[in-house]
């Protein structure tokens, strides 16, 4: 908006300097003069230096003529910056748009997972490692499947530390991109 604003401005001074520019003078001067010789005086006849005033009032018009260069060089670098900033004003508001978009996709995405794993993965990992543990106190199945498995579940909260994290600066990245909390 503000670079707008000046480079509408930069426009229209390069347009008005293409414009005759008409200066009108004047001045005004009173000058008192004194010679080296002597006249008689009106009053007594006698002889005083002779002085002169003059008041003297000039005038005068100047006129700029851009009859070849008309300032065309400045306008047309004054409206490819304005063209400049408008297209560089467009290209960000796309940028912002597409960031938030992503954003936005990344965020969704990694609470969907989350949902996921909170709802069946986790819970079914811990589920199979109590059952296998009940299955070895019975003498059903060897130490090494049990291990396996507490394995697999280390795996799988693993995993969902990352999810979390993820979810995590997705927000933080959807936060950025649109400027506001979205908590």
Known sequence: MIADTLTDAETRLAKSESVPN??????YS????RFDQY???ASAGSPVPIRDTDNLLAGGVSINLPLRNRNQGNIQAAV?????ASLRRQYLERV?????????ARYETATKAL?????????QSRENVRILRAAYDLGEIRLIDVINEQRRLVDTQRA????????????????????APIF
């Open 39 to 41: 006249g008689l005086s």
């Open 80 to 84: 490819a910056r304005h063209q400049n």
């Open 96 to 104: 912002i748009r597409q960031e938030i978009q992503v954003a936005i």
């Open 160 to 179: 969902y530390t990352d999810l979390l994290r993820e979810a995590f600066v997705a927000a933080v990245d959807l936060e950025r991109a649109t400027g």
């Open 115 to 123: 949902a996921v794993f909170d709802e069946g993965v986790l819970q």
């Open 22 to 27: 008409v200066v009108a003078s004047s001045r």
């Open 30 to 33: 009173r000058v008192n003069s």
